[in-house]
């Protein structure tokens, strides 16, 4: 059994490294395919960050846009509450000049009522001296019984009064 014992050996052998070559075809070949495998995780993976990245740079272009608009809208309302304190200060300007015409239309009216008073009181004085000039000369009253003083009128004035200065403004909103 000598010669056919390394015939044997060596036909055992070569069937171990068949085997072994087999084991080690299965291994690349599941090798592979787990590789194959990674390969389309990593380029789903890799279009993912793609379109994640796209997503990103849009967002940035939409945030700066938005914050252009946010910096042009503050500009504007700022500009807004300058036109509105202006309009405000124009206002009180307006309603102190009126109510100073309003003062010195009262002022006009006293004054001018003051001087009826002393125009009616001066009448009275001369048709009593009229009066004592006639009794004194013994001559007939020019007027005669003809002669009654109107009552004196005195229409309901109707005061202006003061605006207050708190009516009429600006609300802030």
Do not use: Y
């Not at 389309?40 to 279009?47: E, I, P, S, V, W």
């Not at 939409?62 to 809208?73: D, Q």
């Not at 807004?80 to 124009?90: E, G, H, L, R, W």
């Not at 020019?142 to 009064?161: A, Q």
Request: charged share 30%; hydrophobic share 35%; with cysteine.
């Amino acid at each position: 059994m000598a010669p056919s014992a390394p015939r044997t050996h060596a036909a055992a052998a070569l069937r171990m490294k068949q085997i072994s070559l087999d084991n080690q075809s299965r291994i690349i070949r599941r090798l592979r395919a787990q590789l194959a495998t990674e390969r389309r995780g990593l380029a789903t993976m890799k279009k993912e960050l793609e379109d994640t990245q796209v997503a990103l740079e849009a967002s940035h272009k939409v945030i700066a846009g938005l914050t252009e608009i946010g910096l042009s809208m503050s500009k504007k309302i700022e500009k807004m509450k300058v036109k509105k304190q202006q309009a405000k200060a124009s206002h009180v300007v307006c309603h102190q000049k009126f109510q100073a015409r309003i003062q010195e239309a009262e002022d006009s009216m006293q004054a001018q009522h003051l001087i009826i008073e002393a125009l009616v009181e001066e009448k009275d004085s001369l048709l009593q001296t009229i009066q004592g000039l006639q009794e004194a000369n013994n001559a007939p009253a020019p007027f005669g019984d003809e002669w009654k003083e109107d009552p004196e009128e005195h229409p309901e004035e109707e005061e202006i009064e003061d605006i207050p200065l708190g009516e009429g403004e600006i609300e802030d909103e």
